[in-house]
């Protein structure tokens, strides 16, 4: 991941950007030091930019990774304090593009003393910085995305603190009408975190391993985790962990000593519990029936599935139309025929850890009837009549007219949309 200046890539195709590591010198630029940009990531309000290559730079001798973690550290953007500048811009308005680096050291400016002398007002997320020579000294045309550091004797390293964005009133003039303006690192580290995405499961079963991967990977980091893990091996960008316990865990990426977290995991150590799963079904419609999870709001077992079936084939399966399902498949319509056999309707739910067993919810038989009241709902009493159709008595079947001539007894249920 590499660091730059929104406007150098503002338009730009990213297959046209290839980052140079490894050199000093443009004329010694191998095929080595190239290395392919697989995306780019601007800052929707300051002017920086992430570039994402296609690969990891290997480190060595002459790459390194600078540390901008601790850029947030009190007192390193301390008016008057040294600061070094470099990149390949212009050493003078009139020289040719320089082939080597160039560096200088500058001195961070007050926002004040900034103003009085330009008229220039400092955001909160930039501050400036000048030489001291009696010719001016700072950033020039080409230096922009380039780093500003500062040597930290604590940590024995230099940190990344700003980003060369823009000189006022171009490069000529002093040190004190023109000085550099830099992006403040401090303003986006939280950003710059916010791109390294940790993936992998959410939920897992103990005992059972599992892989997470950092993307893009840092140039030099470890990884960490919660004490209910266990860390089984490292390849590339991924980790594999072991569960050893239950409950709420985490892994993060140790990068020079700040972490970036990844605090949504849960460790399940059952599967589904069936005495916990309640159901209720009905008739919907001639040989169409409904069912549903009645409790899948209250999920506590990380239910994320749930399975249907029936004993016997000649049903059909599917999620009912009606929204408002919290997990798939947590309501579903049967549809049979006429000739599809009475059989049992089954359930089972599903978490990290696996099925749960089946538990019977009803029978479903095709020999039901159905009808609809309308107005629904009703505002006034409404009487239902239920008789025998005894049309064309004399021609029927004497075993016909035998039970058509019985006082019949009828199961009578009434049902809302989903109950009864």
Request: hydrophobic share 35%.
């Amino acid at each position: 991941m590499i660091l730059t200046a929104k406007h150098c890539i503002n338009g730009v195709n990213v297959s046209n950007v290839q980052v140079i590591a490894g050199t000093t010198c443009i004329s010694s630029i191998s095929a080595s030091n190239i290395y392919n940009v697989s995306q780019i990531i601007p800052h929707t309000s300051y002017d920086v930019a992430l570039l994402i290559l296609s690969s990891n730079i290997s480190f060595g001798s002459t790459r390194t990774a600078i540390n901008y973690l601790n850029s947030t550290t009190s007192g390193l953007y301390t008016v008057g304090n040294t600061v070094t500048a470099s990149g390949w811009g212009w050493a003078s308005v009139s020289a040719p593009d320089p082939d080597c680096l160039n560096a200088v050291n500058l001195t961070i400016l007050s926002n004040q003393d900034v103003y009085n002398s330009t008229g220039y007002t400092v955001q909160s997320h930039e501050f400036a910085a000048s030489g001291s020579s009696t010719i001016r000294q700072g950033i020039c045309l080409g230096d922009s995305g380039g780093p500003l550091s500062v040597w930290s004797n604590t940590l024995n390293t230099n940190i990344l603190i700003g980003v060369s964005v823009a000189v006022i009133y171009g490069c000529t003039g002093t040190n004190a009408s023109s000085p550099s303006i830099f992006e403040r690192v401090s303003s986006i580290v939280s950003w710059i975190n916010s791109n390294f995405a940790i993936t992998g499961p959410s939920e897992v079963c103990s005992g059972t391993s599992f892989t997470c991967s950092v993307s893009p990977a840092p140039t030099s980091y470890s990884w960490n985790k919660s004490s209910n893990l266990t860390l089984v091996s490292t390849s590339g960008n991924s980790a594999t962990f072991s569960p050893n316990g239950s409950g709420s865990a985490w892994v993060s990426i140790v990068v020079n000593g700040t972490e970036i977290n990844r605090n949504d995991l849960t460790i399940r150590s059952v599967v589904p519990n069936t005495a916990n799963i309640t159901t209720n079904y009905g008739l919907e419609s001639s040989y169409t029936y409904y069912a549903q999870v009645t409790n899948s709001f209250s999920n506590t077992e990380g239910i994320d599935e749930y399975e249907w079936n029936t004993v016997y084939s000649g049903w059909t399966i599917e999620e009912h139309p009606v929204g408002g399902g919290y997990h798939p498949m947590d309501r579903i319509r049967v549809t049979g025929t006429a000739s599809s056999p009475t059989t049992a309707l089954r359930v089972r739910a599903h978490n990290a850890c696996g099925w749960s067993n089946w538990i019977q919810v009803g029978t479903l038989t095709p020999s039901a009837y159905y009808s609809a009241v309308y107005p629904n709902p009703s505002t006034g009493l409404i009487n239902i009549n239920i008789e025998v159709n005894r049309e064309n008595f004399a021609a029927k079947t004497d075993a016909t007219r035998a039970t058509l001539s019985k006082t019949p007894t009828f199961d009578l249920r009434i049902y809302n949309t989903f109950s009864k």
